[in-house]
């Protein structure tokens, strides 16, 4: 039997976009050369140039854990070490690939917003050149954030010339890239070749794809061997081209922005109407502010992700209709003593404002049940 969930759980739950399933088909219409020895991969190198500079070499893979683990792995000498967020998902959700198949050590600092700072680098020079320490060369950020914040593109150049004034590197995994861009309206370019960063793992399947990402090399001195690497770590498509060409229609026309603006959209509509009646002191919403009824807000808004703290027994009532995850634990409700959760919910380019307006009116039910 079908599902018949709502999911709110995350971006890649969404269906294959349209466009993105059109370009597998004109891929399938005819022989092609194997290993990116095709017009589709050639193409994709251009449209790449395009959107990151002309010094950016896209290397198409099957999935997120692969293209940071074939970035970073390209990125370092065996002694080297990535400094990222504790929050990072190359430290919380691939299942310690970076540390396992790449043998690389992580460095994990405190972001409470999900977002690093130019501290993050200071706590970690003085390991440099110290035979026993583990080398920090590479600083990994995350845009968006995985608490759904973003980096503005300040912020990001206050990161890149920190890393570089001391010799490190800089990651960006992207595989939120668009929503982040299309949240600041900026060009992908802005948040990435033009503020230093080293090295991008672009994703593609939280925003429409079937299936695929790419590693994008911005800097050519900054990762050798992605070739090999790419091969070794088992993330060579052998028909290439069915992944460049979804990469391709992603970023022509720019499908990516569209797509991406609209899952932001409706992750502000939910936030909105689920903030209605909040009251703030008067103050400006800094992201924390309360909604009525039990429910908070524990992060801002600024992506596609909308994170809260409500009741357990409401978030277990809700997921019987509505597909989520649970974030992270909170403390008992200090009036009543009942356990509370934090919840994430993820919009994405197919969510509806039917969709969001029946999940904000399960919300309140429950709330007021």
Not at 198 to 210: A, C, E, R
Not at 266 to 295: F, I, K, Q
């Amino acid at each position: 039997m079908l599902p018949t969930q709502r999911s709110f759980a995350s971006d890649n739950y969404a269906p294959a976009h349209p466009a993105v399933l059109g370009a597998l088909v004109a891929a399938n219409e005819r022989s092609a050369g194997a290993y990116g020895a095709d017009p589709w991969t050639g193409r994709l190198q251009e449209v790449v140039r395009d959107h990151f500079g002309e010094q950016a070499t896209a290397y198409p893979v099957f999935n997120g854990t692969g293209a940071n683990v074939v970035a970073l792995m390209s990125m370092l000498p065996r002694w080297g070490a990535v400094v990222t967020s504790e929050h990072a998902h190359v430290h919380q959700d691939e299942n310690a690939a970076p540390e396992r198949v790449g043998g690389i050590k992580l460095l994990t600092v405190p972001a409470p917003d999900g977002r690093l700072t130019p501290a993050a680098v200071d706590r970690f020079v003085g390991d440099l050149g110290d035979q026993h320490r583990a080398q920090p060369l590479v600083v990994s950020i995350t845009q968006a954030t995985e608490l759904g914040t973003v980096y503005s593109p300040d912020e990001i150049r206050a990161i890149t010339d920190r890393a570089h004034a001391a010799g490190m590197r800089v990651h960006l995994d992207g595989a939120r890239l668009a929503n982040a861009a299309a949240a600041l309206g900026v060009s992908l370019r802005a948040t990435t070749t033009d503020v230093g960063v080293d090295v991008v793992s672009f994703g593609g399947t939280k925003n429409g794809l079937l299936f695929g990402e790419a590693v994008v090399v911005l800097d050519p001195d900054a990762a050798q061997g992605v070739d090999f690497v790419r091969k070794m770590t088992m993330q060579l498509a052998s028909k290439m081209r069915f992944v460049s060409a979804q990469l391709t229609a992603l970023l022509e026309d720019d499908l990516w922005r569209t797509s991406a603006a609209h899952a932001n959209a409706m992750a502000a509509r939910l936030r909105a109407a689920l903030s209605a009646g909040a009251t703030t002191g008067g103050a400006p919403d800094d992201g924390t502010r309360a909604a009525p009824s039990g429910l908070a807000f524990t992060q801002p808004t600024q992506a596609n992700a909308v994170f809260t703290v409500l009741p357990r027994a409401v978030a277990d009532r809700l997921r019987a209709d509505f597909a989520f995850y649970d974030w992270g634990p909170a403390d008992p409700d200090p009036a009543t003593g009942d356990e509370r959760v934090e919840v994430r919910w993820m919009c994405s380019w197919d969510t509806s404002e039917e969709d969001v307006d029946a999940f904000a009116d399960a919300v309140r039910s429950a709330l007021g049940s």
